[in-house]
């Protein structure tokens, strides 16, 4: 059926490292791809999307990739600061499905002063 | 631009008694979503609207659980009775047109504990 995961629930990093967080979906039909980070207390909040059509997607210190051919995304944060500390969801969406984005489970990225 | 606005914040309650949730999603946003959050999982999606009519209640357990949008604005969520499993976040989320590949912007929701 269909299903987000993430490979690593917790994620470690010094500041000023870069960070590559993971996300694997099972369903090939999936056409577009948000990336959200919630702090404690939070809502998600939006990073990044992504469409099938492409495969690279950058913003300000974030990169997202998508590897359809593995159903694999990514999300880069260069320079990692304390303030990214949070707990980072993929979502999926496919054509037809109205806008439901379905959720992975999450990871926690603590950065190390 | 103002984001989505939930309220409240916080509420605790008893098995069996009735809540309500309320969402005001950012102006011009056609498409509103409810999501339930529990503890160390995603959002899961329980109900989405159009202006006010519904696109998808296939997850809401609609033997408890009702939602409305009557003027296609403003969203009240009611869970009655509640049980212990519905304690979580519920988020409230909006998102321009029909909502297909556009971002959702979500508030910072309703965390409901049920005693």
């Known amino acids: 059926g269909e299903s987000v995961g993430l490979h690593l629930p917790t994620l470690s990093v010094q500041e000023g490292d870069n960070s590559i967080i993971n996300c694997a979906y099972s369903n090939s039909a999936s056409d577009y791809f948000i990336w959200y980070k919630q702090e404690s207390g939070k809502g998600p909040q939006f990073i990044i999307d992504i469409r099938s059509n492409m495969d690279k997607r950058q913003g300000q210190r974030v990169t997202v990739l998508l590897n359809k051919t593995v159903k694999h995304l990514s999300l880069q944060i260069a320079a990692t600061q304390p303030g990214d500390s949070a707990v980072y969801f993929c979502a999926e969406n496919f054509y037809g499905q109205g806008g439901k984005l379905i959720f992975g489970q999450g990871t926690e990225l603590s950065v190390k002063p | ?115």
């Open chain 2, 1 to 115: 631009e103002a984001g989505v606005a939930q309220s409240p914040r916080y509420k605790i309650i008893e098995k069996r008694q009735s809540v309500a949730f309320w969402c005001n999603p950012i102006s011009g946003h056609a498409t509103l979503y409810w999501y339930q959050q529990i503890l160390g999982q995603g959002p899961k999606l329980l109900i989405q609207f159009q202006n006010n009519g519904v696109v998808d209640d296939s997850q809401l357990p609609k033997d408890r659980f009702s939602a409305e949008r009557l003027k296609g604005v403003d969203s009240t969520l009611k869970i009655q009775p509640a049980k212990l499993e519905d304690s979580a976040v519920y988020l409230c989320a909006s998102s321009f047109g029909t909502g297909e590949h556009q971002p959702q912007h979500f508030g910072d929701g309703t965390r409901l504990s049920i005693l």
